[in-house]
């Protein structure tokens, strides 16, 4: 069973950064996909940015481009997103979610933590 813990949330003001860090652990992440989500009060969850495990390849959602960048480190079986130029849209609970394959759904996911950018 594939759990995830997310870590690094927080208050920060706008054109700050922010770093959060999501803990995988039960299972063999070769060729598991690593994404974040988030979701703002009100509204759906937003797809953020996803890295391949074992290719290193990436995907960002167009609203984060060039200011959000995620990373994975094997040897800890942590992946982490930086997020830069943070902007009070940016306020939502954060997600960390995996899935098995490419073409997988998204079926494993984090408690969530919160990220408040403040104006």
């Known amino acids: 069973q594939v759990q995830l813990v997310e870590s690094g949330g927080g208050l920060v003001q706008a054109g700050g950064s922010l770093r959060l860090s999501c803990a995988a652990s039960g299972g063999t992440f070769r060729t598991y996909v690593m994404g974040w989500f988030r979701q703002a009060p009100g509204k759906e969850r937003e797809f953020v940015a996803s890295i391949t495990w074992s290719s290193g390849n990436t995907n960002y959602g167009d609203s984060v481009k060039g200011r959000f960048t995620i990373s994975r480190d094997s040897a800890k079986n942590t992946v982490d997103l930086q997020m830069n130029s943070l902007k009070p849209e940016d306020t939502a609970i954060y997600y960390c979610?995996?899935?098995?394959?490419?073409?997988?759904?998204?079926?494993?996911w984090g408690q969530g933590t919160q990220v408040t950018v403040s104006s």
């Open positions: 979610a995996s899935k098995r394959f490419v073409f997988s759904n998204w079926d494993q």
